[in-house]
């Protein structure tokens, strides 16, 4: 029998894949509830277009989840995203540097669907890695 966690797992997961793999930028749709709470872009607009900025920077970017934990409603991802500066990022002309940096995203998941999404990037890892330090 399948758990409410193994299912969560499973639309974090496959949201993860749509949205920040392929993305599929109007997939917020299909995983995210009409109540949707972003603590981390201020909406699900918010969401996108920060989502619009990595892709427009970096667009070979690949996001791997590392580690993936469930308890009740909740689900906790731990992932890296890798890529290549290939794009303005915050006003950074593009350098052709990689990046490899850690990211946490906490998820709320209700009856399938996402309502909640906080989340915590290594930014100064990041920042050294376009600027080649």
């Not at 920060?50 to 920077?57: D, M, N, Y």
């Not at 009740?72 to 540097?97: C, D, L, Q, W, Y």
Request: charge should be negative; hydrophobic fraction near 35%; proline fraction near 2%.
């Amino acid at each position: 029998m399948i758990t409410i966690e193994q299912k969560n797992i499973e639309t974090v997961s496959a949201f993860i894949e749509a949205f920040w793999n392929q993305s599929d930028m109007d997939c917020t749709e299909q995983f995210l509830s009409t109540d949707y709470q972003e603590h981390s872009y201020q909406s699900k607009e918010g969401l996108k277009q920060f989502a619009g900025k990595i892709l427009e920077a970096f667009p070979d970017k690949l996001y791997t989840v590392e580690e993936i934990i469930a308890q009740g409603e909740k689900v906790i991802v731990r992932m890296v995203v890798k890529g290549t500066h290939k794009g303005v990022f915050f006003g950074n002309s593009p350098t052709g540097n990689s990046i490899d940096v850690t990211l946490y995203r906490q998820y709320r998941v209700v009856d399938g669907k996402i309502a909640e999404h906080r989340g915590w990037i290594d930014m100064m890892t990041m920042w050294r890695q376009i600027q080649g330090n």
